[in-house]
């Protein structure tokens, strides 16, 4: 994971550029660099994962233009011996490949690339900057305007704050050149509705599931996995064991009194022959983690904010413990594959709608959780379920053979890997969200803290400060101040809270949790 930043015009306050840009340091801890390009500013920082040597370092330079790139594009060697015959390399970073690439093709390089992307670029050609972001947005990007009206991108929101009065998150699968924000791939866009049968498309869940984790083991720094126990990461976990030479090293966490995946992860690890470590924790380590949590998210949800705790917590130990650098994860299966509320679905058509809603706000919620909890402690995360390939032909299947019509959910996933990829009872376990299988009494310390921290009154009277996105509970109120406290005014970032569709039929809830589900069943177990 790495951080960059792009000015995309003269800077008027050096000292207050450079202290945004230092504010994701941890990001790229190996080696950090600002360049002039045309009349504005491209920085990098560096955490080497792809080309270990000095020669990847960014930004990578070519007749005058630049670029920064945060990003794994795979399949680059491929790319790199097509453009050799004409361009000259360095390194063995993938991210090298991008300046011939837009020299070549122009900003139709984007719909080409496999990848996991947000990069800015200063053609020198047009002078010119463009900037652009992978289709899911699993690598961050943020942009704002300075007093001028100048354009300035970057990884994070705290690296804006004090250069522009207004940030918002730049729309994945997008480009933005001349002005203008273009859409240059919609994966929830389905160009031809898959209707083969369920044989048919297991296998090729099964077939694609696989190589997407296959390419995202390539890497010149060590790699490990989280693994919870629930179905997304022990797949991801099994999928890389099998094509692994040596024991993967897997990571789960649990609090010390009630955790209810160590022991399916444990499960996992002891059947796939995993290097398996547990990280236990208490109330006090979930409390004194909060403000941290909200502070390097950047978020005031619910959901994504009781989930992190438990990452956080885990990629610190990581971070502190190993020398791994990058973490695999299971992120982006449910938005595809369907959650506990969308058995509630009234239809198939209403199940494909807010399946399309939710990867289209996925960077705000789930995937700026894992982004953020893996890099600031110095992690990449990398998340096969995201595979532009994979994730787009899943959008792509009927969505009447995704709904719960067989008794359990996500059974077309669960039917791919049956065999010997996973014990059975891992296969078909219940779902549980990862706060609540962290341990119930997580969630329960959480809100038993900001249920004492306001009285009623106060309760009414501060939620009733903010317009946007009103906070409903005393936690949603408690997340949000602090929120504020260190993003003051910039809650327009996330769109809403991420909840149960309210319009369906058993999911007007006031509580994020699947527990409050009547269909929660055994995932609690």
Not at 32 to 49: C, D, E, N, P, T
Not at 142 to 159: L, M, R, V
Not at 206 to 228: I, N, Q, T
Not at 465 to 473: L, N, V
């Amino acid at each position: 994971m790495c951080s960059i930043i792009g000015y995309c015009g003269h800077c008027a306050d050096m000292e207050k550029f450079q202290t945004g840009f230092q504010r994701t340091l941890s990001r790229g801890p190996d080696d950090s660099r600002v360049v002039k390009a045309g009349a504005g500013l491209l920085g990098f920082h560096r955490l080497a994962i792809m080309g270990l040597h000095p020669e990847g370092m960014q930004p990578f330079s070519l007749d005058g233009s630049y670029v920064v790139c945060n990003g794994e594009i795979y399949g680059f060697e491929k790319l790199r011996e097509k453009l050799r015959p004409k361009y000259e390399f360095h390194s063995d970073s993938d991210c090298e490949v991008l300046l011939p690439l837009y020299r070549e093709y122009g900003t139709d390089m984007f719909a080409m690339l496999d990848a996991e992307f947000a990069m800015v670029l200063y053609d020198a050609q047009s002078d010119s900057f463009v900037a652009a972001r992978d289709p899911i947005g699993i690598r961050p990007l943020y942009y704002g305007y300075d007093p001028a009206g100048t354009i300035i991108f970057a990884s994070e929101p705290k690296n804006l704050l004090g250069l522009t009065d207004r940030i918002l998150p730049f729309p994945p699968g997008h480009y933005y050149k001349d002005g203008k924000f273009v859409c240059y791939r919609d994966l929830t866009k389905v160009a031809h509705v898959v209707t083969d049968d369920v044989e048919t498309v297991c296998a090729n869940i099964h077939e694609k599931l696989v190589a997407g984790v296959r390419k995202r083991l390539v890497a010149d720094a060590k790699v490990g996995f989280l693994l919870s126990g629930g179905l997304d990461s022990s797949l991801v976990c099994a999928i890389a064991a099998r094509e692994s030479t040596a024991p993967i090293k897997t990571f789960a966490i649990g609090m010390s009194g009630d955790a209810i995946d160590l022991k399916y992860a444990r499960e996992v690890a002891d059947y796939i022959g995993s290097d398996h470590t547990a990280v236990i924790i208490s109330r006090e380590d979930v409390l004194a983690a909060l403000e941290p949590v909200i502070a390097l998210l950047g978020t005031f949800d619910i959901t994504t904010i009781r989930a992190s705790i438990g990452m956080y917590l885990v990629c610190k130990y990581i971070h502190e413990n190993t020398d791994i650098r990058v973490l695999l994860t299971g992120e982006i299966s449910d938005e595809l594959f369907g959650y506990k509320y969308t058995d509630f679905a009234p239809s198939a058509e209403a199940f494909q709608t807010e399946a399309a809603k939710r990867i289209r706000e996925l960077h705000m919620y789930d995937v700026l959780r894992a982004d953020r909890c893996i890099s600031v402690n110095s992690l990449e995360a990398r998340v096969p379920f995201g595979d532009l390939d994979f994730a787009s032909y899943v959008m792509s299947i009927d969505p009447e053979m995704k709904l719960n019509k067989y008794g359990k959910g996500k059974y077309l996933l669960r039917h791919a890997f049956e065999g010997d990829y996973l014990p059975f009872d891992i296969l078909y376990r219940e779902k549980a969200a990862f706060s609540d299988a962290v341990g119930h009494s997580m969630v329960n310390y959480l809100k038993e803290y900001a249920e004492n921290y306001y009285t009623d009154e106060e309760f009414e009277e501060k939620r009733r400060r903010y317009d946007h996105a009103q906070p409903f509970t005393k936690e949603s109120l408690l997340y949000r101040e602090i929120f504020e406290k260190y993003y003051p005014g910039q809650g327009q970032m996330i769109v809403d809270f991420w909840m149960p569709n309210k319009s369906w039929e058993g999911c007007n809830v006031n509580d994020p949790s699947a527990r409050v589900l009547s269909n929660y069943g055994d995932s609690g177990k």
